[in-house]
């Protein structure tokens, strides 16, 4: 099995979670201003989240700096992207898509972002293996969006990763795009709904309970 080259590599792909981190919300997004609710403030919630996620590396990391990478699932960066600014971070050699074979990452850190699919945990469990197998010495973390699931958690014991990674979530579950417009961004639930997998349901109920 092989390790692909990316042409995202940087030698420097370091995050040291600076005070202007918000610097990475573009400035190309709806401004948010003009609402009866304050919408510019879930956005930047939801981009705080991202980064304390991150920043937490950061702060248990005892030998400097850490070297991260963010692998994401492609479907995500869309989303993920209307509160972070996707691109800096790409051109920042920080960003990577998540694919079938594992990229040559210059980093002690590998975080995922991806939804909880068995087909997505099955390929970051083929990464780490990969890793292991040329004695890479990485940690792992995955963040599932919006939200964790035992099936997930029970393929990474199974398979035998489950020592190596830490599991958490990211609750993007309700994106602002425009001054009127809210989304969860759930592709799958109307094929979901008609396979009687009610998930998605599950969803739109924990965000209406939500404060």
């Given at each position: 099995?092989?390790?692909?080259?990316?042409?995202?590599?940087?030698?420097?792909?370091?995050?040291?979670?600076?005070?202007?981190?918000?610097?990475?919300?573009?400035?190309?997004?709806?401004?948010?201003?003009?609402?009866?609710?304050?919408l510019k403030l879930l956005r930047d919630n939801l981009a705080k989240e991202f980064f304390d996620l991150i920043s937490q590396?950061?702060?248990?990391?005892?030998?400097?700096?850490?070297?991260?990478?963010?692998?994401?699932?492609?479907?995500?960066?869309?989303?993920?992207?209307?509160?972070?600014?996707?691109?800096?971070?790409?051109?920042?050699?920080?960003?990577?898509?998540?694919?079938s074979d594992p990229v040559d990452i210059l980093a002690d850190h590998i975080i995922y972002f991806v939804r909880p699919e068995?087909?997505?945990?099955?390929?970051?469990?083929?990464?780490?293996?990969?890793?292991?197998?040329?004695?890479?010495?990485?940690?792992?973390?995955?963040?599932?969006?919006?939200?964790k699931n035992v099936l997930c958690e029970n393929i990474f014991k199974e398979e035998g990763v489950w020592q190596y990674i830490?599991?958490?979530?990211?609750?993007?579950?309700?994106?602002?795009?425009?001054?009127?417009?809210?989304?969860?961004?759930?592709?799958?639930?109307?094929?979901?709904?008609?396979?009687?997998?009610?998930?998605?349901?599950?969803?739109?109920?924990?965000?209406?309970?939500?404060?």
């Amino acid at each position: 099995m092989q390790i692909y080259q990316s042409e995202q590599i940087s030698a420097q792909n370091t995050y040291s979670n600076p005070d202007n981190q918000f610097d990475f919300v573009s400035s190309e997004y709806v401004s948010l201003n003009n609402t009866n609710i304050d919408l510019k403030l879930l956005r930047d919630n939801l981009a705080k989240e991202f980064f304390d996620l991150i920043s937490q590396i950061k702060e248990n990391n005892k030998n400097g700096v850490p070297k991260i990478a963010i692998v994401s699932d492609p479907s995500l960066i869309g989303p993920i992207g209307q509160v972070v600014n996707m691109k800096i971070l790409r051109e920042s050699g920080l960003l990577y898509s998540l694919k079938s074979d594992p990229v040559d990452i210059l980093a002690d850190h590998i975080i995922y972002f991806v939804r909880p699919e068995e087909k997505l945990v099955r390929i970051i469990t083929k990464h780490i293996k990969i890793y292991n197998l040329y004695e890479e010495c990485k940690s792992f973390y995955v963040y599932f969006v919006s939200r964790k699931n035992v099936l997930c958690e029970n393929i990474f014991k199974e398979e035998g990763v489950w020592q190596y990674i830490k599991v958490g979530e990211y609750n993007l579950d309700l994106i602002p795009t425009d001054n009127d417009i809210l989304t969860m961004e759930l592709p799958l639930s109307f094929d979901q709904f008609t396979e009687d997998n009610k998930s998605s349901l599950f969803d739109v109920a924990a965000l209406d309970l939500k404060d």
